[in-house]
């Protein structure tokens, strides 16, 4: 048994040190479960899915759903922040703003209430996909 607590620990710690050092990446837990294969083997799906929901309850990461996505993604549990989701791509990144706080003080003004926790996801298209198409209109257009 000793053994089995040595490995949710290590499966725990890895999920940590994945978000923590891939602060732009928001990976589902199908996504984790791919990065950890290599360094746990034999890990079960079920298992990263009790280190995801342990990691949670202790207030370590959080989660977060899309409007357009069915699976949730996960970060480090840090200052809340809008998150930008390119509609060509798919990247789901960080925008380092702090609009959640502004929307939140005016929400409260405007309806009375005491807000806890709010979410903003913008979604368009990102600088690197953005440059492609107008790069392809240009050759396009020269041609």
């Not at 509609?87 to 960080?94: A, E, L, P």
């Not at 702090?98 to 939140?104: E, G, M, S, Y």
């Amino acid at each position: 048994m000793e053994k089995f607590g040595k490995v949710k620990r290590g499966v725990k710690e890895a999920i940590l040190n994945l978000l923590s050092q891939n602060r732009e990446w928001h990976p589902t837990a199908r996504e984790l479960f791919e990065a950890l294969k290599e360094k746990f083997p034999r890990l079960a799906f079920s298992s990263v899915y009790r280190a995801i929901d342990s990691l949670i309850a202790e207030k370590k990461i959080i989660s977060f759903k899309l409007e357009d996505e069915e699976e949730r993604r996960f970060e480090i549990f840090d200052k809340l922040h809008p998150h930008f989701k390119c509609t060509v791509c798919g990247k789901v990144y960080d925008i380092d703003i702090d609009l959640n706080t502004a929307f939140k003080e005016l929400a409260e003004l405007h309806t009375e209430h005491l807000i806890y926790k709010a979410r903003v996801t913008y979604y368009g298209i990102c600088r690197e996909c953005f440059n492609k198409k107008l790069q392809e209109f240009v050759r396009k257009y020269n041609a």
